[in-house]
């Protein structure tokens, strides 16, 4: 008997609600082991990102050596990629190590509205990443600028979602969270067709990391063997629960972190 092993390759938010804080969290959450490898450091809180120091891709690939050849990596999960060499090694690993499936959140503006990643790193992204992916996790901003459309309506989802696949990735999840209305729609596209992914929209500010928690989760799912289509709709619920009880997390002075062992701690208590 093993655990199941996640690894995120990501960034680091110091304040634990985005990037691979909230990665470690979503998987210990949802019951896989969670290893992490660091691709940039950010000095970034609830209210912006200050700063940005990106990994050597040396270095990036050492810790990606260190890790695939001991651990058993069931799942593979990206987020902040810092440069085109960070992608590039990361592709590179992921096809050496035999890494059984990817999933990719091509992140690139944080909540506060602030870029995290050149335009030349999503090009690499776009070209060395999507075509190995099981799973791609855009929201719409995301997916315009991978497609090189000016933008994604809610009625163009499916067909950006297919779009996407035409990249080579195995099943594109496209994210609705910046619409509005009474429902947060997520479209996924996989070999089976359009499956919408609904759920009530959660009426806070504290949304930072919400991206991040969900393609961590469907990533811990899939590497405990659940279905693609089951892991991405137990995520979303999971993420709903995580959103509803961010206000009474109440982190920091912005856009605070959702609550990710929601299902864990005792609301009064504050611990299980
Ligand atoms: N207020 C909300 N209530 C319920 N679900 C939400 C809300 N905001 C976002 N979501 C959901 O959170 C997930 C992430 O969506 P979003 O489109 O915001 O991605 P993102 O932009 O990568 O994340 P972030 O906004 O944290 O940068 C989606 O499943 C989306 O439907
Ligand atoms: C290091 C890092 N990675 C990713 C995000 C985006 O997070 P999200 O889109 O989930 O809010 C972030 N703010 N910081």
Redesign the pocket.
Known sequence: MSAPVALSVAGSDPSGG?GMQADLKAFSAMGAYAAAVVTALTAQNTLGVQGIFPVPAEFVQQQLDSVLSDLDVAVLKTGMLGSPEVVEVVAEAVARHDVPVLVV?P?M???SGDRLVSEETVDAVRELLLPHATLV??????AATLLGWTEVTEARMPEAAEALRRSGAGAVLV????LVGDT???VLVDDDGALA?A??????AN????????ASAVAALLAQGVPLRDAVQEA?AY??RA?AAADGLGVGHGHGPVHHFVDWWEPSRGRR
């Open positions: 985005a959140d992140v503006v944080a909540t996790t855009p929201n719409l901003p995301e994210k609705g969270g910046h947060s729609t997520d992914v759920a009530q929209r959660v009426d806070t949304t930072h990391g919400t991206g991040c928690t969900l979303k993420l709903t959103i």
